[in-house]
């Protein structure tokens, strides 16, 4: 059917302008956006790279926590521009576009108050970096290693493997248990009738012969801090010590102490004592006191008692 209203060469020849102006632009921009999107991801991983390189542990939890958000930051910032030049050479205006997003923004901000709180609580937790991918941590009543630090949460895993997610919004105190250093503090109990300084000795015996082996000479810090006799327990006297060691590494020299300390004292026949307990039969006006009377037997004396009662 012949329309002859209609001005196809005409039409086609707008088509071919606009696609060889504005079409070329768009193109352009969007293959632009994609190659900047990978330059962003490929500088954050060679800032990482660069930070982790010849750095302690300390820095290099702090750089991979700041490398995500980074890449993060120059990802959205990159589709912003990109979306902003897109509309302009579709001839759509920006101004209106902008106060409209201006105005839809503040309501989602009263909406969404919980959402910004997370957002500004976690940015401050990045800037004054008290958390890190890699740091054990306690916070709102959950403990674990840290996986993920965002913007809007952390993730945690316990020792369980049970993966727990905090809203930044939610922290208010965050114990880290790992940042810089970290301390192992020993409680050990010793029986009344032992020497106090004969036991401290020990302690600093295997103290020494720790610090000197191969497996754990590198993660301990600084020698056994012995604090002194800390209280007189129910059936012992306690003795407090701490030592020091590189971040997440107390929890294993402790438990390699604690063994080779038990060892030392089963050689030295130095008492641990485990809660016992004292039975007082009881005085009248004038101090006596009525027989206790204690009956002993074995088993086989109880199993033929039985047998003749049946």
């Not at 995500?68 to 509309?87: E, F, K, P, R, W």
């Not at 063994?259 to 006006?285: C, V, W």
Request: charged share 25%.
């Amino acid at each position: 059917m012949n329309l002859p209203w209609i001005d196809f060469q005409g039409i086609l020849q707008m088509m071919v302008t606009w696609f060889l102006t504005n079409g070329l632009h768009i193109l352009i921009t969007v293959i632009l956006m994609l190659i900047a999107l990978k330059i962003a991801k490929m500088i954050g991983k060679r800032l990482l790279a660069l930070f982790q390189k010849n750095r302690d542990d300390e820095f290099k939890k702090r750089a991979e926590t700041l490398s995500s958000i980074i890449q993060i930051i120059l990802s959205i910032t990159i589709l912003v521009i990109g979306t902003i030049i897109v509309l302009s050479e579709l001839g759509i205006e920006i101004g209106p576009i902008l106060a409209t997003a201006g105005i839809f923004g503040l309501a989602i901000g009263f909406g969404a108050q919980n959402l910004v709180q997370d957002v500004i609580s976690g940015f401050f937790l990045l800037l004054e970096d008290q958390v890190r991918v890699g740091d054990v941590i306690q916070v709102a009543d959950k403990g674990g290693l840290v996986e993920k630090v965002g913007l809007r949460m952390i993730i945690l895993r316990d020792l369980s493997g049970n993966v727990h997610f905090i809203r930044n919004g939610k922290v208010d105190v965050v114990t880290n248990m790992t940042k810089d250093y970290s301390r192992y503090v020993f409680e050990i109990g010793v029986a009344y009738r032992e020497n106090v300084d004969e036991v401290i000795g020990v302690i600093k015996e295997v103290d020494e012969e720790l610090r000197t082996d191969p497996e754990f000479k590198d993660d301990i810090l600084e020698p056994i801090e012995i604090l002194g006799l800390d209280k007189f327990a129910d059936s012992a006297v306690i003795i407090k010590a701490r030592n020091k060691t590189k971040p997440i590494k107390q929890w294993g020299v402790g438990r390699e102490f604690n063994k080779r300390l038990k060892k030392a004292f089963d050689a030295r026949d130095i008492e641990i004592p485990f809660p016992h307990m004292t039975l007082y039969a009881g005085q009248d006006k004038e101090g006596q006191a009525s027989p206790l009377r204690l009956k002993m037997q074995d088993e086989t004396f109880r199993e033929s008692e039985i047998k003749n009662q049946t």
